[in-house]
């Protein structure tokens, strides 16, 4: 229930408040590398878990070679939330390499943070994104993308860490 109240809130939002030039639907299949501990503690694992992502995003053009892409979504499989901002390079007319950054909202009963040097524990992570996306027609795109959502650390540290590859499906 809370993911489809925050899906909605999103929606409304990205298409009330915003007066970007194209709000898309995209749909993505994530293969994520997640490292944890179970039930917060002990041994470190390290799994390969599929996630399906589906969310709405929104282009503002800042120049001609330029766009800024806004977006909301959220996962299962392993369960977040995000909202992030990216830089779209036009290549070309149809073909982009996006960069950018995201707040994601873990919700996975798998990730149990600790808080590191006496810090409180989050769920909350700011991630780095990077991928390319390629508009087949005028109505479906293809894109690839790789998520840093909590790098990995130094063995010793003990912290978690979650990196994806995704692979997708832009609807206009």
């Keep these: 229930m809370k993911k489809l109240i925050t899906l909605l809130i999103s929606f409304v939002l990205i ?8 709000t898309n639907i995209f749909l993505d299949y994530s293969m ?5 501990y179970e039930n917060g503690e002990g041994e470190m694992l390290s799994e390969n878990i599929h996630s399906y992502v589906m969310g709405l995003n929104t282009t ?15 996962s299962e499989g392993f369960d977040y939330r995000f909202a992030s ?4 390079f036009k290549l070309s007319s149809n073909f982009n390499l996006n960069l950018g950054c995201g707040l994601y909202m873990i919700d996975d009963e798998k990730w149990v943070p600790q808080g590191l040097d006496g810090e409180d524990p989050s769920n909350k992570d700011f991630g780095l994104n990077f ?3 390629f ?3 005028d109505k479906l795109g293809v ?7 909590e790098p990995k650390e130094e063995e010793g540290i003990g912290s978690m ?9 832009i609807l206009k």
Excluded: C
């Design 15 to 22: 298409t009330n408040v915003s007066k970007a030039q194209e």
């Design 32 to 36: 994520l590398e997640v490292e944890y």
């Design 60 to 74: 503002l053009s800042l120049s001609e070679g330029i766009d800024l892409v806004g977006a909301v979504g959220m």
């Design 85 to 88: 901002t990216n830089l779209a």
């Design 131 to 133: 991928g390319l996306a």
């Design 135 to 137: 508009q087949l027609t």
């Design 143 to 149: 894109s690839i993308k790789y998520n840093i959502i």
């Design 161 to 169: 860490s979650i990196n994806s590859l995704s692979f997708g499906i």
